[in-house]
């Protein structure tokens, strides 16, 4: 009898491990069956967003361009990879707050405009553009510059204003060699970045709306660079470079800041056409700034200037009122009479007073 129980007891065991079984394999491919269609529909969706992406494509001057306004794209898909042959990204106000990694692949790329989005970072990867020629990222969030986009040795143009909290920048853009336009107007900066001086094509700057309460002493010089020590006994020479700061500048915008003076060497910048001070602490006019031939444009307005100047009256009402009352004529009318008033403070005390019998006294 126990035989028999034992014989019943084993072929329900069976049984039950075989529908267990069974089960778990059903539900092993309803698992794999869901999964399988999770696939299915993320690959239909890059297909949907790669279409839409491929509708904002355009063709201007010979080159391929991206262009997106005023649409919903906080983040950019994986998919874009496949429009690699882009030349352009022009990606305004869609809310955009992150650079894909995959901006790397963009080998093609001229010209990176981000403007006006929540963009809170530069990715490393932007250093893996070589042809990038153009990078604007005016009006995002940006805090950090990485040191990597001083390998897009093509950059000509860097915009960075009004990121508000950036301040700084890596000293290794010094190396941007091609570098000609810089607005980083409306940010938080309290000094002028050395590396900026240091750039070698640099001909446009705007650093308007920072904190600036100085400029560099040696924003103009000379500067001796020396190669290291000769490498064998048989090169005894060292190599001798001389570099002159700024040179090539043009255009210098540093209004709504708080300087308090400019130094003398800003009057050897001879390229110097068009310069800004409006809106600052500035007290005085170095006199050295007189013989800036090239300087055309010029605006000390709202400056506390400790002299009063007034213009002379022009012939003909037009004529006056076409004058910049701050500019380029009212600057040498100022250093003209702040050396009249300096000779005539000199010569008081060096004429000698005369006693009431005649004899002269010392000089005051």
């Not at 129980?5 to 089960?23: G, N, P």
């Not at 006006?116 to 250093?127: A, D, S």
Request: hydrophobic share 40%; with cysteine; glycine share 4%.
């Amino acid at each position: 009898m126990v035989g028999v129980v034992s014989s019943v007891k084993a072929l329900w065991e069976t049984r039950i491990r075989r529908v267990q079984e069974d089960e778990d394999e059903q539900r092993r491919k309803r698992t794999k069956g869901g999964a399988t269609g999770r696939l299915g529909v993320g690959v239909w969706e890059d297909r949907a967003v790669l279409a839409r992406l491929r509708q904002k494509l355009q063709t201007e001057d010979g080159r391929l361009v991206l262009r997106i306004e005023q649409e919903d794209w906080k983040m950019l898909p994986d998919c874009l990879v496949q429009l690699s042959q882009v030349h352009e990204w022009q990606i305004h106000r869609t809310g955009l707050q992150k650079i894909p990694h995959c901006v790397a692949s963009f080998h093609n790329l001229l010209v990176l405009d981000l403007s006006r989005n929540g963009v809170t970072e530069i990715p490393e990867q932007i250093g893996k553009l070589p042809q990038l020629r153009e990078l604007l990222l005016s009006c995002n969030r940006i805090q950090f510059v990485p040191e990597e986009l001083s390998c897009c040795e093509s950059l000509e143009r860097l915009e960075l204003a009004m990121n508000r909290d950036l301040d700084r920048l890596p000293d290794q853009l010094r190396n941007l060699k091609r570098l000609q336009h810089l607005d980083l107007s409306m940010n938080d900066f309290p000094a002028m970045p050395d590396c900026v001086v240091a750039l070698p094509a640099l001909q446009w700057l705007d650093m308007g709306g920072n904190g600036l309460r100085r400029l560099p002493e040696d924003i103009h010089r000379w500067e001796r660079m020396i190669r290291g020590p000769a490498p064998s006994p048989a090169i005894s020479r060292r190599t001798l470079r001389f570099v002159l700061r700024m040179e090539t500048l043009h255009t210098l915008w540093l209004q709504r800041n708080r300087l308090e003076k400019l130094p003398d060497n800003i009057s050897r910048m001879k390229s110097l056409d068009t310069l800004v001070l409006s809106c600052n602490l500035l007290t005085d006019i170095p006199p050295l700034m007189e013989d800036m031939s090239n300087l055309r444009f010029v605006n000390f307005r709202d400056n506390p200037l400790s002299l009063d100047v007034t213009l002379p009256c022009r012939e003909t009402q037009d004529e006056d009122e076409d004058r910049e009352m701050f500019g380029r004529e009212f600057m040498q009318t100022y250093i003209r009479e702040a050396r009249k008033r300096a000779s005539a403070v000199l010569h008081m005390h060096r004429v000698p007073r005369q006693s009431p019998g005649g004899a002269a006294l010392s000089p005051v």
